[in-house]
């Protein structure tokens, strides 16, 4: 084994032995938007933009129904979100629209 090889960095995303200043890049993160296309982040509120059935409560979140403090999840679009009588409430962000 030579000196470079040592050098270089292995990336467990992808499998594979990198350059040396290869692996200090960021991932390429998205990110999260509502159904108009504006960036949400953690905290904002959001507002429902269509009349949602809650799957296991036997409720109908409506149109216009204010969401506070919603937490963004792994997958970009769906958030995290808590309402007064639901809680661990995952909306798609295609139905929210930020306050």
Not at 14 to 22: A, D, F, K, Q, Y
Not at 63 to 86: A, F, K, Y
Request: charged letters at 30%; proline letters at 5%.
């Amino acid at each position: 084994m030579t000196g470079d090889d040592e050098a270089h960095v292995y990336d467990e995303a992808t499998g594979e032995w990198l350059p040396p200043g290869s692996a200090a890049t960021p991932p390429e993160t998205r990110a999260v938007r509502d159904a108009a296309g504006n960036v949400l982040a953690d905290g904002d509120s959001v507002t429902l933009i269509k009349d949602l059935k809650v799957k296991g409560a036997n409720q109908t979140l409506k149109q216009g129904t204010v969401i506070r403090s919603i937490r963004l999840t792994d997958d970009p679009d769906e958030i995290d979100c808590r309402h007064d009588t639901i809680k661990g409430l995952v909306l798609r962000t295609e139905f929210v629209r930020k306050r």
